[in-house]
């Protein structure tokens, strides 16, 4: 994610102290960036000459004006500093994500989804086709056009992003920056140059990175994680992907859609913050449609064979017996780490949760010093959500310069794993509901039903389901809904708002669906699991 600051300075020099009104914000462990906060109708325009090494920046407005800085390209962080720019913020921003020293990389954070999500589901389209009347032969798959195609796709969105800070004056500065003090970080740029800067107040946002095994033999020599597998210049080939996570999942997914070959290996349960029950028809839907899945494994040793294949060595967590095969490619998606290691936190106080490493935060975003902030996948008890982080970011941007005081509702986000069927969600899993409400309080209205597209081709539609969970008594209070189909995302989009809205199940049993959808199975939800009756939908 990224870090931020925002402040005002008044007067015409930048000084080591911060003085009221100045900003800065960063986006990357030692990136940073400014900007210059003037509340509506104030002038927007000032000056910034060039900083000297270890000397604080110097702003000179024109006149007597407030000033705020923002940092880096993250997707936390831009519309955090875009909302600034509407408010009157100028200033820089860092660079969104680096691969090594220097290298701007937003495009190795983006998930599969974001890149490839109709990459699998069109060679399922092909195989549909002869059923439509179509006659198109099973084409091979060219992974070096996808992933130009996807390099493509990101350049033209690093273009954007780089045209929207200069259409809002925002000045952009690449250095990696660290905490001196409270007030003050230091920039580093490429050349060595350093360049004291300090601000009022300071937001970070500098997200996560996937997590390598290390104590893994072979793991950081050998694997890869999702951040490099649209840079692969050939096929991934045979591949294992270790993790359960959403992030493994929708890469296995996406490979198995490819046409390769491709194993999950799972240490407990998939999906572990999600509804178990949908998480295990999401499973049993991959394995069934070609993805291996390893439960109850562990990786101990990867080695490299003569030809560049691997050896991947595993062990039955259950019965203790080892195993070993051979892949192209090793895929570690087993979480994230926080980007706080070298930002010196402890310079400035700010605490962090000793276990994940997260910075400590508070409802308003705050941790433990008041002028500090933070928000996205680096602070603690956040969802690792990109939407739920520009949402922060952008509700924190508007506090800091005075346009609102509303703060971040993190209840009832909605999200969609990426999987050759989609699982969407909003609100408490079924787990959740029981464990907060007790079972005799939790009603649970499901359905097994048929897609009309899986209907001509003769798919298989058993794990396409829904299930809303609701309180018992009336008005019955709907406290999730989760689905499982195609288009998931975009049916719990719509349902989201009525459910952050207070939707009752009546209401939504009320609601006409449009047909033939798949959404407006939501919307016939009448059997309960505590009937007993056979939810599988027959007819309209």
Known sequence: MWVAGVSACWGTRAHPRPSQGRVWLWDRPGTWAASLVAPPGWS????LTPPHPCRPAVLRPPGDRRRIR?????????PAGEEGGRA????AFPPRHQVGPWRHLRERRLHPQETDAPGGPAGGMIRDAPHYGWGVAQAPHSWATLADAVQNHVKSLNWGHRVQLQDRKVKYFNVKASFVDTHTVCGVSKGGEETLLSAEHIVIATGGRPRYPTHIEGALEYGITS???????ESPGKTLVVGASYVALECAGLLTGLGLDTT??????PLRAFDQQMASLVTEHMAGHGTRILRGCAPEKVEKLPGQQLRVTWVDLTSDRKDAGTFDTVLWAIGRVPETASLNLEKAGVHTNPVTGKILVDAQETTSVPHIYAIGDVAEG???????AIMAGRLLAQRLSGWTSDLMDYSSVPTTVFTPLEYGCVGLSEEAAVARHGEEHVEVYHAFY???EFTVPQRDASQCYIKMVCLREPPQLVLGLHFLGPNAGEVIQGFALGIKCGA??????????????????VAKLRISKRSGLDPTVTGC
């Open 88 to 91: 009157g913020l100028r200033g």
């Open 264 to 269: 999950v290996m799972i240490r407990s349960v």
């Open 70 to 78: 923002r940092p880096g390209l993250r997707q936390g962080s831009r």
């Open 227 to 233: 951040d490099d597998l649209f840079w692969l210049k």
């Open 504 to 521: 009752s199940y009546q209401q939504l049993m009320r609601t006409v669906g449009i047909h033939p959808t798949c959404a407006e199975e």
């Open 382 to 388: 956040r969802p690792e959500l990109t939407p739920t």
């Open 450 to 452: 048929k897609p009309l």
């Open 44 to 47: 927007r325009s000032f000056l």
